[in-house]
């Protein structure tokens, strides 16, 4: 029984090592297997993640200012490997990434002109300057006859260069901020001479039956404009081909304006020359104010070219001044109730107070730009286009609107007010301009 007990449990230990060896070997095959998938999948990821750091660019391809890794997010999301276990969020399209790489793709300088931080510009403007009333008298004809025809005699300003210098800070890609000054100084005239025998001309308040007959008519305005604007505005989607911008600052805006007119006889301006009657008048207008101002700029981006639309409003607060001055000259024909003779260089004049005033102002431009490659230094771009600015009621003017008909007899040696008017125009500047900015 003994030497039977201990074969049978041999046997059992014999039956267990085979079973135990069975298994270790079944375990062992999974294991194998599950090891080689594991490294399948290990392989298929390393291989997309080699397709996206260096599938090799298109011509258009943005390459970093950092290094050389060239994405191309198009190619990668469109030749997805199908590997096993595949994570959908790995595999899921960026579109921040893919918007970004087409923008730059098609658009590789005005991508890196975008990731500069410092802007300066300077500009060439050719602008007209203009205000709603422009008139510096009235021509009759015929005259003296009780029905003549008035034609009013204006100034018309032409395009006049001038320019505006910039600055832009761009902490990212998004932001900005922006300060620009532009200035102008001009002038413009006109003329007409008449007839004196048939007609005359001489300023608006000053024609009639009994008024002298001036031969001659001379106008001249001046323009002096000075507007700083500082902006802060914000790009949405700066990857984008369509960019829009929202923004708002501040203006300050210095506007002065005068018109003159000036009429004399036919014999000119000689006292020598058989006398001379003379009559100038000047109105005069001056404004400084500063207020908010905000508005919206639009562009679109196609092959390193800009579109650029944009659109501004604010509120200046100012003060407001404006006078009325007038010198005669009598040699000739001068009445002898108002002088004892000759009189020359008589000066008169009208002062208005100042005042508090509220200008509503508008600007519009638009314009196409074009960025060039970058370089070791920086970046240039060219920009043209056509701009506008209108002030409203920023022109302040008085005006004598009628004189005592008593006093009209002759060739005047002095004018008495009997009516006087106070009138508020608008101001305006527009014309076509080309910049050139500078990025580093």
Known sequence: MKFNKTRCSVAAILINQCFLTGALAMDQDAIIRRLDALERENNALKQRLSKVEHTAPKSKNYATEQGSVRIDATQHNAKRINAPNTDPVLDAPDVNLVASNNFSQNNPNLAAYSKRHFELSGSLLFLQ????NLTY???VSPFPVPTPNWNDQAIAPSYQPTFNIGFRYMPNESNDIDVNWTHLNTSANAGVVVNPQTQMVGPSYYIGPQASNYGMGQGYATFAYDAVRIEAGHIFCPECSFQFRPFGGVEVANINNSQTGNFSNATGAQVDNGGLNFLSSTVTSKYIGVGPRAGIQTSYDWNDVQL???????LLIGTQQSNFGMMTTCT?????????????????SWTAPSNTQVVPTVDTKLAAAYAFAPTSYGQFKVELGYQAALYFNVNNQYHLTNVPPQLQTSAPSGVYLATGDRTQNNFFVQGPYISGKWAY
């Open 129 to 132: 300057p203009g205000t709603d």
């Open 332 to 348: 000739v024909g001068c009445p002898a109730e108002r002088t004892l003779g000759p009189l020359v260089g008589n000066v008169q």
């Open 308 to 314: 650029i639309s944009k659109f501004g409003a604010g």
């Open 137 to 139: 008298g009235t021509r």
